[in-house]
C-alpha cells in the first residue's frame, strides 16, 4: 500500500511493461491464426451476435464490437484517469514542465496525418486521416524498458506524459471527426448523466458505485447517439474526484504515530496504518488501480486479440496502409523532435534532467507504435469498407513492428555506458 502512494510511476511503468509483452503475444497469435487454416473459425467468432436483454429492452451486437465499444470503454476510463491525474498533480500540472510533452504531443499527430493525407487525400481512404496519431502507452513503455535502468528516469515520464496528451488528441479526434448519424437528444440525455456526474464530485462523493452507475448511463445514451460510447468513459474519468477522506498531514501523523508504537503492538498498528492508507486514496486513485491490472492483462489483449488478426491478401499495405506505416514511422519522430526542438529553442520549454535529443528522437520513434488506438481509430474509421479497414491494420502493425526496433536502438545508443541510475 505505501509502494501505491509513493511510487506510482514506477509501478506503473512495470506493470505498463509486463502488459506490452502480454499484449504482443496476444498480437501475434491473433495474426497467425487468422492466417492459418484454423482462420474461418477465427473471423466466425468476431462476428457471433450477443444480446443483452432486460425485460423488453434488447442490445445486440457482435462479439468483435462488444469488446470495440463496451470492453474498451474501460480502457478509456483508465485513460481519462490518467489524463486528470495528470493534469491536477502529475507532469501535466506545471506549465513550463507541461509544455515540452504538450508540444511534443501535437507535432507526434498533426505530422503524421498530413503524411497519410498526403497520400490519400480525395480517395476513398482520407477517412483514415486519424489512424497514425496515435502512440499505444503500454507497447511503447514494454519496448523502452528492455533497457533497464539505463534509461534516465527524466526520459520515462517524458515518454509517458507525452503519450498521455497524444492519447486525449486520439479522445477528441474520435468524438469530433469520427461521430456519423447523430441522435441529438440522446447526446443531450448522456451528457445530463455527465453533469449529474461532475455535481457528484463537486459534492465530494466518495462512492464510485455511484459513478460507474452514473456512467452505465451515460455509455448507453453516447452509444444511441452515433458518438463513440467511449467518449462517455473518459468524460466520466473527468468527473471522479481527486479529494482525499485523510489530509497529508493527517496522514503524517498517524504514521509517525504508528512507527512509534510498541513492538507487542506492532500488529495492530499495522492494520491501522493500512487502513488509514486506503482512506488516504482518492477515488481517482482507488479507480485507476483497481482499473489497470485488468486494462494491462486482459481487456487490451482481448482487443488485440480481435483486432491484431489480419488475412494478408495480395493486395499488400495500399495506399491506406502506407499512409498509416510511413504516418507512424516516419512522421511521429519528426513531428516529435521538430516542435520539441523548437519549443526548447524559443525558452518555452526544457530538457528533462540527463535527456539528450538522441533520446527524443528514439521516443519519438516509440510514440510509432500505434496499435491499440490507432487500430480503434481504424475500426472506427473504416467500419463499412473491411478490404481498406484491414490495409489500415497492416500498416499500424508493420509500422509498429519497425519503430520499435529504431526506437529501441536508438535510446540504446544514446544511452550506452550508462550504468543506471537508481529510479525512485
Same mark, same amino acid.
Request: hydrophobic share 55%.
Given at each position: 500500500m505505501i509502494q501505491t502512494l509513493l511510487s506510482p510511476i514506477q509501478r506503473f511503468w512495470e506493470s505498463e511493461a509486463r502488459g506490452g509483452i502480454i499484449l504482443f503475444g496476444f498480437a501475434v497469435a491473433a495474426f497467425i491464426l487468422a492466417n492459418s487454416p484454423a482462420s474461418s473459425g477465427y473471423f466466425e467468432l468476431k462476428? +457471433?451476435?450477443i444480446s443483452l436483454n432486460v425485460g423488453g429492452w434488447s442490445l445486440e451486437k457482435t462479439l468483435a464490437s462488444w469488446v470495440k465499444d463496451f470492453l474498451m470503454a474501460f480502457f478509456f476510463l483508465l485513460v481519462g484517469l490518467e489524463i486528470k491525474r495528470e493534469i491536477v498533480m502529475g507532469e501535466?500540472?506545471?506549465?513550463?514542465?507541461?509544455?515540452? #510533452?504538450?508540444v511534443a504531443a501535437l507535432?507526434? +499527430?498533426i505530422?503524421?496525418?498530413l503524411i497519410y493525407t498526403a497520400l490519400n487525400a480525395g480517395g476513398p481512404g482520407q477517412p *483514415?486521416?486519424?489512424v497514425p496519431m496515435a502512440t499505444d502507452i503500454a507497447f511503447a513503455i514494454g519496448v523502452l524498458s528492455l533497457l533497464g535502468k539505463r534509461v534516465p528516469l527524466g526520459l520515462k515520464v517524458f515518454l509517458t506524459a507525452f503519450a498521455i496528451v497524444d492519447d486525449l488528441g486520439a479522445v477528441l479526434v474520435i468524438a469530433f471527426f469520427y461521430t456519423s448519424g447523430l441522435n441529438l437528444l440522446a447526446l443531450l440525455i448522456s451528457l445530463g448523466f455527465f453533469a449529474l456526474a461532475l455535481l457528484a464530485g463537486r459534492l465530494k462523493v466518495t462512492r464510485l458505485s455511484i459513478y460507474l452507475l452514473i456512467g452505465a448511463f451515460m455509455w448507453y445514451f453516447m452509444l444511441e447517439s452515433g458518438v463513440s460510447p467511449t467518449v462517455a468513459a473518459v468524460l466520466l474519468a473527468l468527473a471522479v474526484p481527486v479529494t482525499r477522506r485523510v489530509s497529508l498531514p493527517e496522514l503524517h501523523s498517524q504514521l509517525d504515530e504508528a512507527a512509534r508504537k510498541n513492538p507487542e503492538m506492532l500488529e495492530a498498528a499495522m492494520e491501522h496504518l493500512e487502513k488509514t492508507l486506503v482512506r488516504a486514496q482518492s477515488p481517482l486513485h482507488r479507480l485507476e488501480h483497481a482499473l489497470h491490472p485488468w486494462s494491462t492483462y486482459f481487456i487490451?489483449?482481448?482487443f488485440a486479440f480481435f483486432n491484431a488478426g489480419v488475412a494478408v491478401s495480395g493486395e499488400g499495405l495500399? #495506399?491506406? *496502409? +502506407?499512409?498509416?506505416?510511413l504516418g507512424?514511422? !516516419?512522421?511521429?519522430? !519528426?513531428?516529435?523532435?521538430?516542435l520539441s526542438w523548437l519549443a526548447v529553442r524559443l525558452g518555452l520549454a526544457v530538457l528533462p534532467a540527463g535527456v539528450n535529443w538522441l533520446m527524443i528522437l528514439g521516443a519519438g520513434f516509440l510514440g510509432g507504435i500505434g496499435f491499440t488506438m490507432s487500430l480503434f481509430i481504424a475500426a472506427l474509421g473504416f467500419a463499412d469498407a473491411p478490404a481498406l479497414l484491414d490495409q489500415a491494420k497492416l500498416g499500424v502493425l508493420a509500422s509498429s513492428v519497425v519503430a520499435a526496433i529504431v526506437g529501441l536502438l536508438a535510446v540504446w545508443w544514446a544511452v550506452r555506458g550508462r550504468e543506471g541510475e537508481p529510479n525512485p
Open positions: 462476428k +457471433m451476435l501535466l500540472s506545471n506549465p513550463r514542465q507541461a509544455a515540452l #510533452t504538450i507535432g507526434g +499527430m505530422v503524421p496525418a *483514415g486521416w486519424g487490451m489483449p482481448v495500399g #495506399t491506406v *496502409g +502506407m499512409g498509416a506505416f507512424l514511422l !516516419l512522421g511521429k519522430p !519528426l513531428g516529435v523532435l521538430l
